[in-house]
């Protein structure tokens, strides 16, 4: 079955960490560029990276960058988010997605999405 | 604030028509294909429509897009009380080099 599994959510306090997984099966997860959106509790999307295939393009958002970071492991069939400096507005399901991108992103969609796992950032 | 606009809300008739707008601007919708999500309650986001009017496999037909200058829209025919669900509108922004999604779009059907 083609599907993504999101994992490593939880509470934690501002200013910690907290690593996501996101582990794909069913298809070859290596020819895929991938990203993470999230969604406040009530809010809507809010993209927030995406990496190439390869590991070798990477894109943020402006809220997150420079506190997370998105790597993937294609001989694991995973795709990671390290967050550091949490704050209280990261709190959110964040969810891992499958893109299809074209050479110039004139093309751009989540094709595949993960059922996401929660974030809540709270003392 | 999203980078991409859609009205709040919209409402129709179950068996009815109804369309959602996006507007955005030259640096994303301008210059390149739109996608649509359906979200239902309590569940993650759906490819519903991509690259400004094509269906994945599996969605009917009732459902379709299209994209003119900086906006674009989707269409919802027959209306069924299963089709409630929020509809967002995404692509990516080349000046940014970011994805952008509008703010969501609640359809409730009466």
């Known amino acids: 079955e083609v599907q993504l599994v999101e994992s490593g959510g939880g509470l934690v306090q501002p200013g910690g960490s907290l690593r996501l997984s996101c582990a794909a099966s069913?298809?070859?997860?290596?020819?895929?560029?991938m990203n993470w959106v999230r969604q406040a509790p009530g809010k809507g999307l809010e993209w927030v990276s995406y990496?190439?295939?390869?590991?070798?393009?990477?894109y943020y958002a402006d809220s997150v960058k420079g506190r997370f970071t998105i790597s993937r492991d294609n001989a694991k069939n995973s795709l990671y988010l390290q967050m550091n400096s949490l704050r209280d507005e990261d709190t959110a399901v964040y969810y891992c997605?499958?893109?299809?991108?074209?050479?110039?992103?004139?093309?751009?969609?989540?094709?595949?999405w993960g059922r996401g796992t929660l974030v809540t950032v709270s003392s | 604030q999203s980078v991409l606009t859609q009205p709040p809300s919209v409402s129709a008739a179950p068996g009815q028509k109804v369309t959602i707008s996006c507007s955005g601007s030259s640096s994303n919708i301008g210059n390149n294909y739109v996608s649509w999500y359906q979200q239902l309650p309590g569940t993650a986001p759906k490819l519903l429509i991509y690259e400004n009017n094509k269906r994945p496999s599996g969605i009917p037909d009732r459902f379709s897009g299209s994209k003119s200058g900086t906006s674009a829209t989707l269409g919802i025919t027959g209306l069924q009380t299963g089709d409630e669900a929020d509809y967002y509108c995404g692509t990516w922004d080349s000046s940014l080099s970011v994805g952008v999604f509008g703010g969501g779009t609640k359809l409730t059907v009466l």
């Open positions: 997605a499958r893109v299809i991108v074209g050479a110039t992103k004139s093309s751009w969609y989540l094709d595949l």
């Open positions: 990496i190439s295939s390869s590991g070798s393009t990477i």
């Open positions: 069913g298809f070859t997860f290596s020819s895929y560029s």
